[in-house]
């Protein structure tokens, strides 16, 4: 395929499955990052967390499964749940924890 890839075009695949972890760590699978945006599936052990980071682009979190708590700016927070989406402007700085074992999909968009 031209932009995508690691998945199989023109089959069906569940989303929870795009990518595993293995014991007590964060697995992540890109299927775009050209620097100008990025579409990541992440999938993270219960109590894992990435450290604090800013971003030039916008991001976009949508969790599949489990709960997140995204911490941001000062002292910012909130917990995002299945079937949700978190929104976070470019340059904010942010990290992210695992309540539960969980996926999330992570979309950056930038200019």
């Not at 932009?3 to 695949?13: A, D, V, Y």
């Not at 990052?33 to 979190?61: C, H, P, V």
């Amino acid at each position: 395929m031209r932009f995508l890839r690691n998945i199989q075009p023109l089959t069906p695949l569940e989303m929870t499955a795009v990518v595993q972890h293995g014991g007590p760590q964060i697995a992540s699978k890109a299927l775009v990052n050209d620097g100008q945006k990025e579409i990541r599936f992440f999938s993270y052990a219960q109590g894992e967390d990435i450290d604090r980071e800013t971003y030039a682009m916008d991001t976009l979190l949508m969790v599949l499964t489990g709960r997140f708590k995204v911490v941001f700016g000062e002292d910012g927070e909130a917990v995002v749940s299945p079937g949700e989406m978190f929104a976070l402007e470019a340059g904010t700085e942010y990290g992210i924890e695992a309540l539960e074992e969980g996926k999330l999909i992570s979309i950056l968009i930038g200019g």
